[in-house]
């Protein structure tokens, strides 16, 4: 089977941080407000929470991609 991976176009990010807000266990922003991956993949467990916040994103920077 297919994995998925979270991810994010770092050109676009603006570091808005609701991704981190919607899905804390796969994003931070670090102390100089830089979006950080946590966790890059998608499982069962983190998918809903993950597409919450590709579909949050203002600058539609985040997406899941097949590995």
Known sequence: MTGMKVKV???LCESNALC???APE???LDDDDF???LDE???DENRE????AVASCPKSAISI???
């Not at 929470?49 to 919450?52: I, K, L, S, T, Y």
């Open 35 to 37: 979006l950080q991956i």
């Open 9 to 11: 176009d770092f050109d």
């Open 65 to 67: 991609v097949a590995e």
């Open 26 to 28: 796969t994003f931070e």
């Open 41 to 43: 993949n998608v499982t």
């Open 49 to 52: 929470a993950v597409e919450r």
């Open 20 to 22: 981190e807000a919607l």
